[in-house]
């Protein structure tokens, strides 16, 4: 029974636009859980409060669901081929947010492969997330068998590369569990040594609060003067890390129309970001992932990189 319901679920994610489904049986972490708890006392969280005040629910799913059996995780590739511009008046725009909302797009697909669960067997409860929730996605896709966490700490997949988003689901279905994904990272220091602001302070362990993509999205207030000249142009988010990934060069384009990229997205000019009303930033952005930085921070991120390029 186990094993028909795990390769019916699979089929279904599949049809969905999913590249790769894994299955990890429900429980508390403990190296991870410790992992966490040494990551806040160290302040690497920056202004996150909702991650220390989540954690014990992140380390322990039962605490989100206590009759949850088993953690799916289907992950969608977002990878379009266009380039970053080099040009020193445009503006970079993390790859995932060049489509659409990914919140909304895996949200809808893990709506109907969630109804398709619940269908499967009497009494059965399922609920999803994609990066909403208090779990962590990343250590389940690794024990799910998605790939494994880089020393970026971004999941990477042996077929995918990192451009991949998550999606999860947890259900009280005892489902047959998917082998664990390997750490293929070896010796490569090519993230740690490429991240203009030190954020990689270890392998394996991120200090949020000098990464660019939370300076530029999750940071409220002036961007701190020791991160001054050191953006190279990104506005909003920050791709730099999985850039230099060897494991990148494995990455296909997506067969997903919505996270191909919108001409407003890439590539923008700097002055037109800094210059821009907040009626047009709606506009501009709707639907897109940009919006979580608000306009006033899209436009305090632009005035940075204008005050940058005028100090050269």
Same mark, same amino acid.
């Given at each position: 029974? &186990?094993?028909?319901?795990? @390769?019916?679920?699979?089929?279904?994610?599949?049809?969905?636009?999913? %590249?790769? %489904?894994?299955?990890?049986?429900?429980?508390?972490?403990?190296?991870? /859980?410790?992992?966490? =708890?040494?990551?806040?006392?160290?302040?690497?969280h920056g202004t996150m409060g909702w991650m220390e005040r989540t954690a014990a629910k992140r380390s322990d799913i039962l605490k989100v669901d206590p009759d949850a059996r088993s953690v799916i995780i289907a992950a969608m590739n977002y990878y379009s081929p266009e380039k970053h511009s080099d040009e020193?008046?445009?503006? &970079?725009?993390?790859?995932?947010?060049?489509?659409?909302?990914?919140?909304? %797009?895996v949200g809808e697909r893990l709506d109907t492969l969630r109804d398709f669960i619940v269908t499967l067997a009497p009494n059965t409860v399922a609920r999803r997330y994609v990066d909403t929730g208090p779990v962590m996605e990343k250590v389940w896709a690794a024990r799910a068998g998605i790939g494994w966490q880089g020393k970026h700490t971004n999941v990477i997949s042996r077929e995918y590369g990192s451009w991949i988003f998550l999606g999860t689901v947890i259900t009280n279905l005892r489902l047959r569990p998917s082998p664990p994904g390997e750490d293929l990272c070896g010796t490569c220091t090519a993230?740690?040594? /490429?991240?203009?602001?030190?954020?990689? %302070? =270890?392998?394996? =362990?991120?200090?949020? @609060?000098?990464?660019?993509?939370?300076?530029?999205i999750e940071h409220n207030g002036t961007i701190p003067d020791e991160f001054h000249g050191r953006f190279e142009n990104w506005v909003f988010g920050c791709d730099i890390c999985q850039d230099v990934c060897p494991w990148n060069r494995f990455q296909?384009?997506?067969?997903?129309?919505?996270?191909?990229?919108?001409?407003?997205?890439?590539?923008?000019?700097?002055?037109?970001?800094?210059?821009?009303?907040?009626?047009?930033?709606? &506009?501009?952005?709707?639907? @897109?992932?940009?919006t979580r930085t608000k306009w006033s921070g899209l436009v305090r991120n632009a005035g940075a990189l204008r005050r940058d390029e005028s100090n050269r």
């Open positions: 029974m &186990k094993a028909e319901l795990t @390769s019916a679920i699979t089929r279904k994610a599949l049809e969905l636009g999913f %590249v790769s %489904v894994g299955i990890a049986e429900a429980g508390a972490f403990e190296k991870e /859980a410790a992992d966490l =708890q040494d990551w806040l006392r160290h302040g690497y020193s008046d445009r503006a &970079k725009i993390s790859r995932y947010a060049w489509g659409d909302d990914y919140h909304e %797009v993230c740690l040594d /490429a991240c203009p602001t030190d954020a990689i %302070v =270890q392998p394996y =362990q991120l200090d949020a @609060s000098r990464c660019i993509s939370y300076l530029t296909k384009i997506t067969g997903e129309p919505a996270f191909r990229p919108r001409p407003t997205a890439l590539n923008p000019a700097i002055h037109e970001l800094t210059e821009m009303s907040e009626t047009e930033f709606a &506009k501009r952005f709707e639907g @897109s992932p940009v």
